[in-house]
C-alpha cells in the first residue's frame, strides 16, 4: 500500500496563477484532510471531505477550493494565488470504522507563491 | 473552542538524555489525546494515543499519560537517540457535527538530539 500520496512535492507560482494538488489515497478511507503547515502555527484545517461527493469548510478555507469526486482522491484548488499561500500542504485521511480516528498523512507539497 | 498547548522549542538535549515535552489542552467534552511525530522533509505519523483518562499510551519508548485533572498529556522517553530528532504534535480529536472527529493540533515542538 502506498498510504496517502501528493502531488507534485515542490511548486513555485507567481502571484495570480491558479494550480491544483492532488491528494490520493489507497486505504478506501471516508474522510479527507487538507491542512497547511506555517511556522508557529502548526497544522490548520483548509477543507475536509467526509464522502465522496460532499466537502466543506475547516478553518482557514479562504482562496482555497476543493473537489472529491471519487472516493480515493481530494483535490486543492489555489485559483489565483497570493504570496499568504506560501506553505507547505498536508493532506490526509482517516476510517470512519475506528475510533478515535488516527489520521494518515501524505509527504506534503512545499509550495511558493512569489 | 478546543486547543493544544506546547512549546514550540527547539528542544536540544545531548543523547540518552531524558526528554518531556510538555503539552496541555483545553476542551469541551471528552477527548482522545495523540502525540504525532514529524521526521524531516516527511508527513506527520502517528507516535501514541490515549482515549480516557489515567489512559497511558507508548511507542518506541516513548510514553504519555493521559491526566483529565491537570488537562495534560506530557510526552516522556527515558534516553532520546540522534534518531529521535524531529517535530513532535500534541492533538486532541472530539466528535464533530460534519460527522468526523475533528482534531486540533498544538504548534509542534522541534527535537533536535546531538551525539
Known amino acids: 500500500n502506498a498510504g496517502v500520496t501528493q502531488t507534485p512535492k515542490f511548486r513555485v507560482l507567481k502571484t495570480g496563477q491558479s494550480m491544483t494538488l492532488l491528494c490520493a489515497q489507497d486505504m478506501n478511507h471516508e474522510y479527507m484532510y487538507w491542512y497547511r503547515q506555517d511556522p508557529g502555527m502548526g497544522l490548520r484545517l483548509i477543507h475536509y471531505?467526509?464522502?465522496?461527493?460532499?466537502?466543506a469548510k475547516g478553518e482557514v478555507p479562504d482562496g482555497y477550493n476543493v473537489s472529491r469526486l471519487k472516493k480515493q482522491n481530494f483535490l486543492l484548488g489555489l485559483e489565483s494565488a497570493a504570496p499568504s499561500q506560501t506553505s507547505v500542504y498536508f493532506c490526509?485521511?482517516?476510517?470512519?470504522?475506528?475510533?478515535?480516528?488516527?489520521?494518515?498523512f501524505g509527504p506534503g507539497t512545499r509550495l511558493t507563491v512569489t | 473552542g478546543d486547543s493544544v498547548t506546547q512549546m514550540e522549542g527547539p528542544v536540544t538535549l545531548s543523547e540518552e538524555a531524558f526528554l518531556t515535552i510538555n503539552c496541555t489542552y483545553t476542551a469541551t467534552g471528552y477527548p482522545s489525546l495523540f502525540w504525532y511525530v514529524q521526521y524531516p522533509g516527511e508527513g506527520l505519523q502517528l507516535l501514541l494515543k490515549?482515549?480516557?483518562?489515567?489512559d497511558k499510551g507508548s511507542n518506541k519508548g516513548f510514553e504519555a499519560t493521559y491526566r483529565k485533572e491537570t488537562t495534560s498529556f506530557h510526552l516522556e522517553k527515558g534516553s532520546v537517540q540522534v534518531s529521535d530528532s524531529a517535530v513532535y504534535f500534541c492533538?486532541?480529536?472530539?466528535?464533530?457535527?460534519?460527522?468526523?472527529?475533528?482534531?486540533?493540533f498544538g504548534i509542534g515542538t522541534k527535537l533536535q538530539v546531538i551525539p
Open positions: 490526509a485521511s482517516s476510517s470512519q470504522g475506528t475510533v478515535p480516528h488516527e489520521q494518515y
Open positions: 471531505s467526509v464522502g465522496e461527493g460532499t466537502t
Open positions: 490515549a482515549t480516557k483518562a489515567d
Open positions: 492533538a486532541l480529536s472530539e466528535g464533530h457535527s460534519g460527522g468526523y472527529q475533528k482534531v486540533t
